[in-house]
């Protein structure tokens, strides 16, 4: 009886790892924004950098997961908010529906990693870049309309 009791533990604790699983949360440093760049080249896709503590995010979050975001068109997602953050940022993603999108996590001086990325950001979020095929890249700071997504609907899904 005793082994029948362990296997089902076994088999619940898996179950558990499985349901609880998320986005693999990839550490974001000062070169980066290149690996990105390079890993996206000739698709268009949405480079979106949020934060545990930006209410306007979560709305921002909400609307991409609704509109297929890492599964409909190319979308990478990057939190600021640091390593010891990784739980709350994979449920999170989980509750939008973006646990198969590509995930970020700040590991660095903040200051130093967005210079990195653009000279002329100080910090707000949420902030996003599209890139088109050629790869022009459009800021937008503040939150995206849903129109701003539509050229990257009409390309597809992104290339595995």
Same mark, same amino acid.
């Given at each position: 009886?005793?082994?029948?009791?362990?296997?089902?533990?076994?088999?619940?604790?898996?179950?558990?790892?499985?349901?609880?699983?998320?986005?693999?949360?990839?550490?974001?440093?000062?070169?980066?924004? @290149?690996?990105?760049? /390079? #890993?996206?080249? =000739? %698709?268009? &896709?949405?480079? !979106? $950098?949020? *934060?545990?503590?930006? +209410?306007?995010?979560?709305?921002?979050? @909400?609307?991409?997961? /609704? #509109?297929?975001? =890492? %599964?409909? &068109?190319?979308? !990478? $997602?990057? *939190?600021?908010?640091? +390593?010891?953050?990784?739980?709350?940022?994979?449920?999170?993603?989980?509750?939008?529906?973006? %646990?198969?999108?590509?995930?970020?996590?700040?590991?660095?001086?903040? +200051?130093?990693?967005?210079?990195?990325?653009?000279?002329?950001?100080?910090?707000?979020?949420?902030?996003?870049?599209?890139?088109?095929?050629?790869?022009?890249?459009?800021?937008?700071?503040?939150?995206?309309?849903?129109?701003?997504?539509?050229?990257?609907?009409e390309h597809g899904a992104?290339?595995?």
């Amino acid at each position: 009886m005793s082994r029948r009791i362990m296997l089902t533990g076994l088999i619940l604790l898996f179950a558990t790892a499985a349901v609880h699983a998320g986005p693999e949360l990839r550490r974001f440093d000062s070169d980066s924004y @290149q690996a990105i760049v /390079e #890993a996206h080249r =000739g %698709e268009p &896709f949405l480079l !979106v $950098f949020w *934060s545990l503590e930006c +209410p306007p995010c979560y709305k921002e979050l @909400q609307m991409l997961g /609704e #509109a297929g975001a =890492g %599964e409909a &068109f190319a979308a !990478v $997602f990057v *939190s600021t908010d640091g +390593p010891a953050e990784e739980a709350r940022i994979t449920e999170t993603m989980q509750r939008f529906g973006l %646990e198969r999108a590509e995930s970020w996590v700040f590991d660095g001086n903040p +200051p130093q990693l967005r210079f990195s990325i653009d000279r002329t950001w100080y910090g707000e979020l949420p902030k996003s870049y599209l890139f088109d095929a050629s790869h022009q890249r459009k800021a937008i700071t503040g939150l995206l309309e849903r129109a701003a997504i539509d050229p990257l609907l009409e390309h597809g899904a992104p290339s595995e």
